[in-house]
């Protein structure tokens, strides 16, 4: 068997592993691989082979490194579903504690700030723990 159809052979099993991850990366590598056996096609020595393979590999893999976080998405802010719920007050304690009716049980929680206005209904813009953190609720 001749050596290009070894680095070709090698490029398929790289590309049937990737499919299983999703990276792309090992794409890079067996793109490499491809390389090679173009390279032993022509007749190269396989020095030559395993050097323009490790370049396009390189290269490859840092590009799509590149290309990743350029387009990398940004993660949502909150991955709390409390937050933006509407909650009752049940009763305004000192300053500015509160106690309020939440999924059906009652919760400490705390206004977002001094300046946030008190009233009847509020909705939830952060957690604490377990303390709930109130903002005023649209009108």
């Known amino acids: 068997m001749s050596l290009h159809f070894l680095w070709w ?16 990366y090992l794409l890079m590598v067996a793109l490499a691989c491809v390389a090679g056996g173009i390279v032993a096609f022509s007749g190269v020595d396989v020095g030559w082979q395993w050097g323009i393979a490790a370049a396009v590999g390189v290269v490859g893999t840092y590009f799509l490194h590149q290309w990743k976080i350029k387009n990398a998405t940004v993660p949502k802010l909150s991955s709390n579903l409390d937050v933006g719920q509407l909650v009752k007050v049940v009763e305004w304690r000192d300053g500015s504690a509160a106690r309020v009716s939440y999924r059906g049980a009652n919760w400490d929680a705390v206004l977002e700030s001094e300046l946030t206005p008190k009233r009847e209904q509020m909705v939830i813009v952060a957690t604490r723990g377990s303390q709930l953190v ?6």
Do not use: K
């Open 134 to 139: 109130l903002g005023p609720a649209p009108q």
């Open 9 to 24: 052979i090698a490029a398929a099993v790289l590309v049937g592993v990737e499919m299983m991850t999703g990276t792309f």
